[in-house]
């Protein structure tokens, strides 16, 4: 099987969310946003591992991140996984590999954003996710998702030239990741964690995280690359459906509403979800 395959395979297994939309990607970016998308889900993978320490996290998470700023590579990052072999999942063990999928021009761009996101990973990891202001709540979204549009709109750059708005792409980002907070927050609470800043109830996160997706409208609606536009309507328009689901008093979108949603957006029929 052909690697570039295996890591197709492995984004179907880590996210049906972007599976689709990173597989209608012409060649080139595709290789170039799985890559991405994989490396970063291999460092979320150790942020929310339930069986690892915080001082294993810690450590790994900033192990990595120095690894990537000097372009370190396969055997490096094996290396630094190699005590935690028996737990780490796959998709976090073979991170070297997917770094190695984007095309060599990109590669940089890859690292230097997945190494911030693993250092401020590790600095949240370390204050055991203490969030008590919407800043609080700020900072951590940038790390964990505002850096993802950020990485995005310099891949965007890089295919086609692309230019879009910074800011409104953190905003894509943040906007993703409240929806998900607010979907996994009996989860989170269960293991101890609360991303709901001090007095926060739920209306506050609703709010929060449409002002985001208003951002999130927004930075989707100034794209002109076709390619581009497609690959963000996707994930975008199943947030505002999981979080209209969400305040209706459902645990989550239903399988064929997801369906429903990305047959409309794309015009094709898929079994992915």
Same mark, same amino acid.
């Given at each position: 099987?052909? &690697?570039?395959?295996?890591?197709?395979?492995?984004?179907?297994?880590?996210?049906? /969310?972007? &599976?689709?939309?990173?597989?209608?990607?012409?060649? #080139?970016?595709? +290789?170039?946003?799985?890559?991405? %998308?994989?490396?970063?889900?291999?460092?979320?993978?150790?942020?929310?591992?339930?069986?690892?320490?915080?001082?294993?996290?810690?450590?790994?998470?900033?192990?990595?991140?120095?690894?990537?700023?000097?372009?370190?590579?396969?055997?490096?990052?094996?290396?630094?996984?190699?005590?935690?072999?028996?737990?780490?999942?796959?998709?976090?063990?073979?991170?070297?590999?997917?770094?190695?999928?984007?095309?060599?021009?990109?590669?940089?761009?890859? @690292?230097?954003?997945?190494?911030?996101?693993?250092?401020?990973?590790?600095?949240?990891?370390?204050?055991?996710?203490?969030?008590?202001?919407?800043?609080?709540?700020?900072? %951590? /979204? &940038?790390?964990?998702?505002?850096?993802?549009?950020?990485?995005?709109?310099?891949?965007?750059?890089? @295919?086609?030239? /692309?230019?879009?708005?910074?800011?409104?792409?953190?905003? %894509?980002?943040? #906007?993703?990741? $409240?929806?998900?907070?607010?979907?996994?927050?009996?989860?989170?609470?269960?293991?101890?964690?609360? &991303?709901?800043?001090?007095?926060?109830?739920?209306? +506050?996160?609703?709010?929060?995280?449409?002002?985001?997706? $208003?951002?999130?409208?927004?930075?989707?609606?100034?794209? +002109?690359?076709?390619?581009?536009?497609?690959?963000?309507?996707?994930?975008?328009?199943?947030?505002?459906? /999981?979080?209209?689901?969400?305040?209706? #008093?459902?645990?989550?979108?239903?399988?064929?509403?997801?369906?429903?949603?990305?047959?409309?957006?794309?015009? +094709? @029929?898929?079994?992915? @979800?």
């Amino acid at each position: 099987m052909e &690697f570039n395959q295996e890591a197709m395979d492995m984004l179907r297994a880590t996210s049906r /969310t972007f &599976f689709i939309p990173i597989n209608r990607l012409p060649a #080139g970016l595709k +290789e170039a946003v799985a890559s991405s %998308y994989l490396c970063m889900r291999a460092i979320d993978e150790i942020e929310d591992h339930p069986r690892l320490s915080s001082e294993a996290k810690v450590d790994l998470l900033r192990s990595v991140g120095a690894i990537l700023e000097k372009s370190g590579g396969d055997m490096e990052l094996r290396t630094a996984f190699d005590s935690h072999q028996s737990v780490l999942p796959e998709v976090t063990l073979r991170m070297g590999e997917w770094a190695g999928l984007a095309p060599p021009s990109v590669q940089s761009i890859v @690292y230097e954003k997945t190494a911030t996101m693993a250092k401020g990973m590790a600095d949240w990891v370390s204050k055991g996710w203490n969030i008590h202001t919407e800043e609080d709540l700020d900072q %951590y /979204t &940038f790390y964990v998702a505002g850096l993802v549009g950020l990485l995005l709109n310099d891949l965007w750059e890089w @295919y086609d030239g /692309t230019k879009a708005d910074r800011q409104l792409a953190v905003g %894509y980002g943040r #906007g993703l990741q $409240a929806v998900n907070i607010v979907r996994n927050r009996k989860e989170d609470l269960a293991r101890g964690v609360d &991303f709901f800043p001090d007095g926060w109830e739920w209306e +506050e996160m609703f709010s929060y995280a449409r002002r985001n997706l $208003a951002m999130a409208d927004d930075y989707t609606n100034r794209i +002109e690359s076709k390619p581009i536009l497609d690959f963000c309507k996707i994930p975008l328009t199943l947030a505002h459906g /999981t979080l209209r689901a969400l305040e209706a #008093g459902k645990t989550k979108l239903s399988r064929d509403a997801v369906k429903r949603l990305v047959r409309k957006i794309t015009g +094709e @029929y898929s079994e992915s @979800y």
